[in-house]
């Protein structure tokens, strides 16, 4: 799975998100969506605050957004990213302009926003695949650093993103595509507001992509969403 950051960085914020009390975001994942990836993008994505990527997009697609939105972008890597090859001879493996958020903790505009890559592990590809116990134990490394974030600013976690969805929750039974168990651990342990994800193609109005779990809504964001994030209310 080559090389993976430490848990915990260390947020370097001393906000708290009760200071406003909403934002609006887009998030991507999965497809390039022509809707965004084109002259429409400043009026689609019209005043947001950043960008969230859940996985699984080429990175000409994620730069592209971040040039014309001029706003910062945070993402997670999905089961299919690879190495991208550019005209000039470059070979790009993270998404030029943007932070990843793979067992981090970053504190972005005045939230605290953390996130976890990849799928469930169904070949024996290294990149971005994860068994369920593998998937724990990144998890179990997060967790002290959401122990100091709820120590310091009185909750541990607003935002949690990732590639997958919980196990049950907007997954499928195919082994791509099974949620991660231990993503309800940490829902009901962090209790951040949002959890968004992709991963989960969506084919028809009919498919849930919104489910409240405890005090998280969780919401598949395939192929974008541009969501106004409400913190006024207690979660």
């Excluded at 997009?57 to 972008?73: F, N």
């Excluded at 490394?141 to 997958?164: E, K, T, W």
């Excluded at 919401?219 to 979660?235: E, K, M």
Aim: hydrophobic share 35%; proline share 7%; net charge neutral.
């Amino acid at each position: 799975m080559g090389s993976e950051p430490m848990a915990g960085s260390v947020p370097t914020e001393d906000s708290h998100a009760a200071v406003r009390k909403s934002w609006r975001v887009l998030a991507v994942s999965d497809k390039v969506e022509p809707r965004i990836y084109g002259p429409n993008l400043a009026v689609a994505a019209a005043n947001v605050d950043f960008v969230v990527a859940c996985g699984d997009l080429p990175y000409y697609y994620l730069e592209y957004i971040v040039s014309v939105l001029d706003r910062p972008m945070y993402y997670v890597h999905g089961n299919h990213d690879r190495p991208e090859h550019r005209q000039d001879g470059s070979v790009i493996t993270e998404p030029q302009g943007g932070a990843n958020l793979h067992r981090r903790v970053r504190m972005v505009d005045g939230l605290l926003v953390a996130g976890l890559q990849g799928s469930h592990r169904y070949n024996q590809n290294p990149h971005y695949q994860y068994t369920q116990a593998e998937m724990k134990r990144r998890v179990l490394g997060m967790m002290p650093q959401m122990l100091l974030n709820r120590l310091r600013y009185g909750r541990a976690l607003d935002i949690f993103v990732a590639h997958s969805p919980p196990f049950g929750i907007h997954d499928a039974e195919d082994r791509p595509h099974v949620g991660f168990q231990a993503f309800h651990l940490l829902l009901r342990w962090c209790r951040p507001r949002y959890m968004l994800h992709g991963h989960q193609h969506v084919y028809g109005n009919a498919e849930q992509t919104q489910t409240r779990l405890g005090q998280t809504d969780i919401i598949n964001v395939y192929p974008f969403r541009v969501l106004d994030l409400d913190f006024s209310a207690p979660s």
